[in-house]
């Protein structure tokens, strides 16, 4: 596609349940990104991916978070045991040799 | 690591007048340095960016950033604000290693007539 897709744009879930988020990045990006952003907050910076290389998970919240990008290009942001505190829109992220991050429409996760 | 700090949560100011929004980082290095802009129920779209050379940038809908390395400072500027450019604006940094993008909280503008 010509964007950043994520899936599913609205989940709502119960305390304790596992959730998957889904991101496609633009075609030929080599870095892929995940955020969160909670409401009246920033982007909090969680993974990243480029390349070939190690992502870096520097700023997963908890073990219960996890994500994997299959391919070079298809990521998945898993959390297990989903919390409140959970609730938030996650964005995903990719960029190429520019360094200009192109977003998707985000994630709306919420945790009853 | 790298960080960004916006110290001011919102700032309002009437149409026409001018706008300054501050951003500092920290970082080992001259990073790259954006500016985005999320307008209500929008995505996040680049304002502007700065990688190397002329440390005045131009960007989109008349914005521009000052990059001061002396300050280690990153400030968005505008002549003449307009009603639509009410939004929240995010500082960002990058290392130069490989484009890892950490933004700051966010500085919400109001723009009242």
């Known amino acids: 596609g010509a964007g950043v897709s994520q899936s599913p744009s609205n989940k709502v879930t119960e305390k304790g349940k596992d959730v998957e988020l889904r991101c496609d990045p633009i075609s030929g990006h080599t870095a892929l990104y995940w955020y969160r952003q909670s409401l009246g907050q920033g982007l909090e910076f969680l993974i990243y991916?480029?390349?070939?290389?190690?992502?870096?998970k520097s700023g997963l919240p908890s073990d219960r978070f996890s994500a994997e990008r299959t391919g070079g290009s298809v990521s998945t942001l898993t959390i297990q045991r989903t919390q409140q505190e959970d609730s938030a829109v996650y964005l995903c992220?990719?960029?190429?040799?520019?360094?200009?991050?192109?977003f998707g429409e985000g994630s709306r996760l919420t945790v009853l | 690591a790298q960080s960004v700090t916006q110290p001011d949560i919102h700032i309002t100011v009437s149409e026409g007048a001018s706008l300054e929004l501050r951003c500092n980082y920290s970082?080992?290095?001259?990073?790259?340095l954006f500016w985005y802009v999320q307008s209500p129920g929008q995505g996040l779209q680049l304002l502007l960016k700065y990688f190397s050379g002329d440390t005045l940038v131009q960007g989109i809908k008349g914005f521009e950033a000052e990059f001061k390395r002396s300050q280690s400072s990153f400030n968005l500027r505008k002549p003449s604000v307009h009603w639509s450019d009410a939004a929240e604006y995010f500082c960002a940094v990058a290392n130069t290693g490989g484009f890892k993008t950490i933004f700051g909280a966010g500085t919400r503008l109001f723009v009242k007539a």
């Open positions: 970082y080992g290095a001259t990073p790259y």
């Open positions: 991916f480029q390349g070939n290389s190690a992502p870096d």
């Open positions: 992220a990719s960029s190429g040799d520019t360094g200009e991050l192109f």
